[in-house]
């Protein structure tokens, strides 16, 4: 089902299908030109597949948007090991809540994207390993691959044309960190989520220490599109460096909050204003996360003439992310969003990297002093530094996740910081409470 | 130990999911499943899962204790999560969750007196769209305002 209106504003490509009835079912999506993209790509040369995913300029959609074609040509064919497709849906990123809708409205799409994937890499086995809190999507996966393999689409000798494919939903059991492609692999082999050192990248050793394509939900259902209509239309729906469409979920003090599929390149602001409905209570913006909570925060002067694509975000120093958008209105606290933040990476460091154990829980406890009114004046400082001295020094992201909107907290809203000092009550909170009293 | 039929089928069907000598990648889901079924992952849990992936019952520990969903002792029937996590935040689940813990008069990962009903704040759990959100086991709850929380805890006791 789907939990908000959708936007006039919208280009449905991949959630073309949603609201349909039964769109989960195989025969609805057959019906909607399902697994014609499948079809047309077993008459494709492996080479072919590859380059029409190029050509489409997909970039990776869990958020580091590394581009998808290249990621499968790294992929070595001629290796002698069984080479395994594995699907990301560990969505766990603060602010991020749209391969949900994917997997629950229209599960055949992505099924029909790891089977082309399987074409393009000489897989025959795939795994969707889905974040444990979504158990109704393992029911929902497991249901329509049970269709799938009924109806020759997936299993031995699919649609007579000699490929076999067998797919497997596997879950996950709480942790932010197997979102991260080598802990989840990890995750996926019955350990701890752990990172591994890169190199070999999973495209040369992933699961079971064979070649594995590894890419988001959205990812994987952006592929029969591709397929079907041509790289080439789907390039063009973005902006040059990069194709397609976004779904965007607009999450905090907009009136509109909801998931919408947006092209890349939308506007910020007609994004916020329009698509949003504004934010709510005639307020102002007061900050905005372009993609999840690891992205560092942009004020609202920075976003004149900003567009969510990857270029526009990175100009501003920032990062289109997973598109989980944060907006935060002017009575928000800086100081209690940041900690509220850190909290979270403190929790689900998982303690292999020491700058990120030791940063993310140094972190949290200054700045839960520093919103409780007991912080030093040379802590707003140390929260900077040390941030800054987790960049870049972990096996993964997170500790750069943790660190990225901190130091962009702290140089943006220095003076919200300074207002916390000599033991004052948060004078955001309170300003709140007057206001609703 | 023994489970239900319909666990002990999908778990030969998990087993069978992975490479040959892979089958510990079933031990996570495995775990999960049975915690379901029993309602915590208790020693005989682990053994018993340990056991079927071919590992030792000190590698299961070794893996649980990372999973935030898996835990050692029971919770309440209804585990009733709250996000505070920052779109929740944003849209008051810190308050949510301040006013779940004093209506109930427990706090994180505690369990009513009758075992009835937990609590927990949990990390981001993806609906943050819809903030703020709660799950009720695995069920979600979007837009939940105190006093809808009032009237799904009160649903729940009567459920008993």
Redesign the interface.
């Known amino acids: 089902m789907l939990y908000n209106e959708p936007s006039p504003l919208e280009t449905r490509v991949l959630t073309r299908r949603f609201g349909l009835p039964n769109s989960a079912s195989l025969a609805t999506y057959l019906a909607n030109d399902g697994y014609q993209a499948f079809l047309k790509a077993l008459k494709m040369t492996p080479g072919q597949i590859i380059e029409e995913v190029k050509i489409s300029n997909l970039r990776g959609r869990g958020g580091a948007g590394f581009p998808a074609g290249m990621k499968w040509s790294f992929v070595p064919r001629s290796s002698p090991k069984p080479k395994y497709i594995v699907v990301n849906a560990d969505e766990s990123e603060p602010g991020t809540c749209k391969d949900r809708l994917l997997m629950e409205n229209d599960p055949h799409q992505l099924i029909d994207g790891v089977l082309i994937a399987g074409l393009a890499v000489d897989a025959h086995v795939g795994y969707i390993y889905i974040r444990g809190e979504y158990r109704y999507l393992i029911d929902i996966m497991e249901k329509a691959i049970a269709e799938a393999y009924a109806n020759g689409w997936l299993g031995k000798n699919i649609q007579g044309s000699g490929f076999d494919f067998d797919l497997y939903p596997h879950t996950g059991a709480g942790a932010y960190e197997c979102g991260e492609e080598s802990a989840l692999l990890e995750s996926l082999e019955g350990k701890r989520g752990i990172p591994r050192i890169r190199p070999p990248f999973p495209a040369v050793s992933g699961a079971f220490q064979a070649p594995t394509v590894l890419n988001n939900v959205e990812t994987f259902c952006a592929v029969p599109p591709i397929i079907r209509d041509g790289g080439a239309a789907f390039a063009a729906l973005g902006v040059p460096k990069a194709g397609g469409t976004k779904l965007t979920c607009l999450t905090g003090h907009v009136n509109k909050p909801g998931v919408y599929e947006l092209k890349l390149g939308f506007p910020v602001k007609q994004m916020i204003e329009e698509v949003g409905g504004g934010i709510r209570n005639g307020k102002k913006l007061k900050a905005f996360i372009p993609g999840g909570s690891s992205c560092p925060v942009l004020t609202a002067a920075e976003l004149e003439g900003a567009t969510m694509d990857y270029d526009s975000m990175t100009h501003r120093k920032t990062m289109l992310g997973s598109g989980g958008v944060i907006i935060m209105d002017e009575d928000t606290c800086m100081v209690k969003a940041a900690l509220r933040i850190m909290r979270f990476y403190a929790h689900e460091s998982c303690g292999w990297c020491i700058p990120c154990r030791e940063g993310t829980t140094w972190l949290r406890k200054i700045l839960t002093r520093f919103h409780e009114g007991g912080g030093r004046r040379t802590d707003i400082d140390l929260i900077g530094d040390l941030a800054k001295n987790m960049l870049g020094r972990t096996f993964c992201p997170l500790g750069d996740a943790a660190a990225m909107p901190t130091i962009s907290i702290v140089e943006k809203f220095r003076h919200e910081f300074e207002d916390h000092l000599d033991g004052k009550p948060c004078p955001y909170e309170h300003a709140t409470h007057l206001v609703t009293a | 130990m023994t489970f239900s039929p319909q666990l002990e089928a999908r778990f030969e069907k998990l087993l069978k ?3 040959p000598g ?1 089958e ?6 495995m ?3 049975a915690q379901d079924e029993v309602g915590s992952v208790n020693d005989a849990v682990v053994d018993e899962v340990a056991r079927r ?1 071919g ?1 030792t019952p000190l590698q299961v520990n ?2 649980l204790t ?5 835990h050692r002792k029971p919770l309440g029937k209804y585990h009733v999560q709250i996000c ?4 929740c ?3 008051d689940g ?1 308050k949510l969750w301040e006013h779940a813990c004093k209506r109930l008069g427990i706090g994180h990962k505690e369990v009513t007196a009758d075992g009835q009903i937990s609590l927990e704040e949990v ?9 703020p959100a709660i ?1 009720v086991n ?1 069920d ?1 709850h ?1 837009f939940v305002t105190p006093e809808k929380l009032d009237q799904l805890l009160d649903s729940l006791r009567k459920k008993q």
Request: hydrophobic share 40%; with cysteine.
């Open positions: 999911s992975y490479p892979r510990r990648s079933a031990m996570i889901p775990l999960l499943y992936v590992v070794e893996v990372y999973y935030s969903m898996l505070t996590n920052i779109s935040q944003l849209m810190d990390e981001c759990i993806g609906a943050c769209s819809w903030a799950q695995y979600f979007h």
